[in-house]
């Protein structure tokens, strides 16, 4: 029986960037760990800064991670 909540297998792994994880530490980690599909939050910081850190770290782990923007403001 598959736990509650849990994704169905193959399915990707999406990932919030936000302030806690948005540093090139942060998101290596993010990508070593299987992150598929990185979602950047305009509001939060500069896009070009975290696309750029989402493609180095991705280059390092030999590894394609999408990147999903949303320009959306949450209240």
Do not use: Q
Request: aromatic share 4%; net charge neutral.
């Amino acid at each position: 029986m598959k736990p509650r909540g849990a994704a169905p297998a193959g399915a990707p792994g999406v990932c919030a960037l936000g302030p806690e994880v948005a540093t090139d530490a942060g998101i290596e980690d993010l990508v070593t760990s299987g992150m598929d599909i990185a979602r950047m939050n305009f509001s939060h910081a500069d896009h070009r800064a975290g696309y750029e850190r989402v493609r180095a770290a991705d280059a390092r782990a030999s590894r394609t991670v999408g990147i999903l923007a949303v320009a959306t403001n949450w209240p």
